[in-house]
Every structure is written in structure tokens, then in C-alpha cells.
């Protein structure tokens, strides 16, 4: 069964790096999304992205957090300049549809901002 | 936006009993999932399921789409079972372009 990918599976950063966080979506499917995670809470949003662009956004994404789909395969998500609460479980999800259909998570990305 | 609201926030069983994990939605949905969050963190699909009955194994949901609420029943349960279990909804607006809106989990405990 084909699934989601992310790597790396952990990153430790230091504050005030850049980090960047890469997925690779199911080979058919044209909406991507990142998801995350602060331990112990739920799971939010971030963004959605569609035909190369973004097409919905979080409060959470400010201008410090940036997309991107540099090839046929790759989705990234870019954190500028991190700060002691980015870090988090991030998950990256894709869907052959819009909405009313199965989003797939690949198994996340555990950043620690130090 | 759209509330997700589960309950039990804990739920503590002995191997073997059944649960229900219950799943409430504050507007219409075109999408509904319930997810189990391993020890790992990863975040396993059980089901996608909007609205009507699915059953896999041990597992079975059924949406009630018209009254806004969603259960998950876990059968015979297992020490593996346990773990933190998520309902996500996408709003049926039109404005929405997908996203899922978690509720905060429920966390299933199974003792031997």
C-alpha cells in the first residue's frame, strides 16, 4: 500500500536555526498538508497546499514557516529561524481530493529546538 | 471553525473488556477519521468514515452524520491497544480545503 514518507524521522536544533522538514506524498495524490504536534496536545493544522500554492493557512503559520514543492515528489516545510516552542511532532498528509476523502499522515518528524 | 469534542479523556481497561470511544462534531462534515497514536507517535488510520458502519477486526465506528457524533468500539481489547485515540473532522463549508480539525483524544490504557 503506498504511504507518506518524512525525514528526518528526529531533528535537534538549535534556536534561531533553520530547519527544513521533507515529505514525500503519495505519488497521485495533489493536496498535501503539515500537521502538528506539542506533547501531549492535539494535533493542529498548519497548511494546505494545492497546484503550488498555498491554499489555506493556520494562525500558527506566520512568516516564519514556509512551503514548498521543489520537484515532482518532495513537499517541504521550512521553519526560518526556530524557537524553543516549535518543537514538536510534525506530520505531513496528502489526499487525492480535496475534502470527503481519506488523508494519509506519514509517521512525523520529532523536532527538539534547544 | 468546526469543535471536536471526544470523551472519556481516559479510559483504563483490563485485557479482554470492550470500550466505546465516543467522538462529537459542531457542524457537517464531508470527512471523519479515527486515528491511534502509538508509542512512537505515529499517527495509524483506523478508519475514514463520514458517515454509516464500518467494522475491521476487533474495531467498528459508525457516524451519525445527522445528530453530529461518531463512536469508535473496541472489542476484547489488547494490552497493544493502548495508546491515544483521535477523531478529525473536515468541515463541509466550502471554504474549507481539506483540513482536519483533531479533538483532543482519548487515552486508552489496557492492563494485562
Known amino acids: 500500500e503506498p504511504e507518506v514518507t518524512q525525514t528526518p524521522s528526529h531533528q535537534v536544533t538549535q534556536m534561531g536555526q533553520e530547519v527544513i522538514l521533507r515529505c514525500v506524498p503519495i505519488s497521485n495524490h495533489l493536496y498535501f498538508y503539515w500537521y502538528r504536534q506539542i506533547l501531549g496536545q492535539k494535533v493542529e493544522f498548519l497548511v494546505s497546499f494545492y497546484n503550488n500554492e498555498i491554499s489555506e493557512k493556520s494562525e500558527i503559520f506566520d512568516d516564519q514557516f514556509s512551503v514548498e514543492r521543489p520537484d515532482g515528489s518532495n513537499f517541504t516545510l521550512k521553519i526560518r529561524s526556530t524557537k524553543l516552542e516549535d518543537s514538536a511532532m510534525y506530520f505531513c498528509?496528502?489526499?487525492?481530493?480535496?475534502?470527503?476523502?481519506?488523508?494519509?499522515f506519514g509517521p512525523g518528524t520529532r523536532l527538539l529546538v534547544l | 471553525g468546526i469543535q471536536v469534542e471526544q470523551s472519556p479523556p481516559d479510559l483504563i481497561l483490563q485485557e479482554g473488556a470492550n470500550s466505546t470511544l465516543r467522538c462529537n462534531f459542531s457542524d457537517s462534515v464531508n470527512n471523519l477519521q479515527w486515528f491511534h497514536q502509538n508509542p512512537w507517535g505515529q499517527l495509524i488510520n483506523l478508519f475514514y468514515i463520514p458517515s454509516g458502519t464500518k467494522q475491521n477486526g476487533r474495531l467498528s465506528a459508525t457516524t451519525v452524520a445527522t445528530e453530529r457524533y461518531s463512536l469508535l468500539y473496541i472489542s476484547s481489547s489488547q494490552t497493544t491497544d493502548s495508546g491515544v485515540y483521535f477523531c478529525a473532522v473536515g468541515d463541509a463549508g466550502g471554504t474549507s480545503y481539506g483540513k482536519l480539525t483533531f479533538g483532543q483524544g482519548t487515552i486508552l490504557t489496557v492492563h494485562p
Open positions: 498528509a496528502s489526499s487525492d481530493r480535496r475534502g470527503g476523502k481519506t488523508q494519509y
